[in-house]
T-cell receptor, first 114, second 116 residues
Framework: DTGVSQDPRHKITKRGQNVTFRCDPISEHNRLYWYRQTLGQGPEFLTYFQNEAQLEKSRLLSDRFSAERPKGSFSTLEIQRTEQGDSAMYLC????????????FGPGTRLTVT | AQTVTQSQPEMSVQEAETVTLSCTYDTSESDYYLFWYKQPPSRQMILVIRQEAYKQQNATENRFSVNFQKAAKSFSLKISDSQLGDAAMYFCAYSPPGGGADGLTFGKGTHLIIQP
């Protein structure tokens, strides 16, 4: 069990560019979550996958955001036409089938939009 | 919608002393889960302790214990024998039963400072 991993750990981009983040959950965890955390705040839910199906999306997830989880394994989160307000830590978490409410977090990807 | 409130932005405690972090929540559900997560500086979120709402007994994990008051919707974390490594942001979080499609709902966090 290597834990949840995220790549890259840091990303600096210019406003208007597209960025993509990757999350590899703990193996055999069927649920995967994306959160956004801004400075001084707790994480806010963005979206959730059960296996490869995206079952829920927060209203925080504008149409510039898209997430995928092909084959129910790793997941990607893409932000198109980035804005300065997108600057945040993007956290991924996964949970097992047996204990679905217990989420394990990755180290996050810190996005800075200049 | 569920809400989680942490009213203490920052707490400070002397090493080896005991500190209690407060959390209140609001929900119309009768079955749910509550968590305390620890987020050290520049490090990932770690699950500290979990409480099932249907259990009357308060959860305990080594030096960490909770005081769960369901009627008052209160869920505080007590850290005994504080250590320097306990310094971190602590987040209280709520989950509906079954994990829920809305993920975890977090409070804004309490910054815990450990003074040597």
């Amino acid at each position: 069990d290597t834990g949840v991993s995220q790549d890259p750990r840091h990303k600096i981009t210019k406003r208007g560019q597209n960025v993509t983040f990757r999350c590899d959950p703990i193996s055999e965890h069927n649920r995967l979550y994306w959160y956004r955390q801004t400075l001084g705040q707790g994480p806010e839910f963005l979206t959730y996958f059960q296996n490869e199906a995206q079952l829920e999306k927060s209203r925080l997830l504008s149409d510039r955001f898209s997430a995928e989880r092909p084959k129910g394994s790793f997941s990607t989160l893409e932000i198109q036409r980035t804005e300065q307000g997108d600057s945040a830590m993007y956290l991924c978490a996964s949970s097992p089938r047996q204990v679905p409410y217990e989420q394990y977090f990755g180290p996050g990807t810190r996005l800075t939009v200049t | 919608a569920q809400t989680v409130t942490q009213s203490q932005p920052e707490m400070s405690v002397q090493e080896a002393e005991t500190v209690t972090l407060s959390c209140t929540y609001d929900t119309s559900e009768s079955d749910y889960y509550l968590f305390w997560y620890k987020q050290p500086p520049s490090r990932q979120m770690i699950l500290v302790i979990r409480q099932e709402a249907y259990k009357q007994q308060n959860a305990t994990e080594n030096r960490f214990s909770v005081n769960f008051q369901k009627a008052a919707k209160s869920f505080s974390l007590k850290i005994s024998d504080s250590q320097l490594g306990d310094a971190a942001m602590y987040f209280c979080a709520y989950s509906p039963p079954g994990g829920g499609a809305d993920g975890l709902t977090f409070g804004k966090g309490t910054h815990l400072i450990i003074q040597p």
